[in-house]
């Protein structure tokens, strides 16, 4: 069986409803502090789904897991994903990404399980010193979210040479959209991702568009969406290179283009034939200009390979707002 930790968030369940489809039985640990409990049952229509609800923070609870399914691979999810609350709050931050990986990592060994795809990010790179972004890009994190991130790939080399332990990490790029069938989607709460608050946006919670004076070709930020169902993907293939025997990589999974905030809000009025209203703010601190990915190295060794477009992601989590308008009114349960 496969443990998805976090799955009952956005990422988490989207790769929980891949391998449903697939067959797969599956084990989802998550404390539910931000994952859903809705997302839970609409996943369990679709296969074998035990869910455990628990704290990584809490070795037992994770060594539970362990102790009562027949684990051989871990997918890593859970994690607070926040920058600006991480550099306002890294003790938060350090506590569960770290601690509570090096619990799911301790018990892992513990119990002989020796693979793990892990849920790194972009964020690990700090400000780029060129882009696209490739995986000898300089790790140089400037908030403590991509400090923790990075603290867990490192804790991961020394767990191989030590116990042989064998991780894939994941640096994504910016994840965008819902399930095609619109059945799981992004649900955070507060919202602070792009392509949702978009969506949301009316006359009576006006967007926000953060910087429109970066120095790129509209002056607004730019960002490498990749889809969420593609990033699903990517997970696969991670865990057939290391039911393959693959060792110890990491990849950057994104699209290799970048598109600007402007852009991407000029996709979304496209997608729901109306004007949003807009209001140009202030920058918000620490993002960089331009984040893109260079994906050759995961299309190489992983033979993965973005199959989406922006328009879908837009197209996609659009239909998802509606569902989940529905779940949060008990429409849909
Ligand atoms: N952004 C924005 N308004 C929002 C949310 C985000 O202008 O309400 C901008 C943000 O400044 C960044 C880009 O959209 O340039 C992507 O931000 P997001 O939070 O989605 O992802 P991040 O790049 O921080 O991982």
Redesign the pocket.
Known sequence: MILITGGAGYIGSHLAMVLLEKGRDIVIFDSLELGHIEIINILKKYGNVKFIQGNLKKLDDIRGAFLVNKIDSVVHFAAYSQ?AESVKNPQKYYYNNVYGTLNLLNAMIEFGVKKVVFSSTAATYGEPEYVPIDEKHLQRPINAYGSSKLTVEKIMDDYDRAYGLKSVRLRYF?VAGADSKSRIGEWHEPE????P?ILKADETKI?????DDYDTPDG??V?DYINVEDLADAHIKALEYLNNGGGTDYFNLGTGNGNS?KEVFDACEEVLGRKIPLEVCPR?DG?PAK?VADNKKARSILGWKPERSLLDSIKTAEAWEKSLQKIKSGIIL
């Open positions: 920058v910016n602070t991702h792009l392509i608050n967007f926000k568009m953060f910087g607004t930020c960002r905030v918000r993002d984040l």
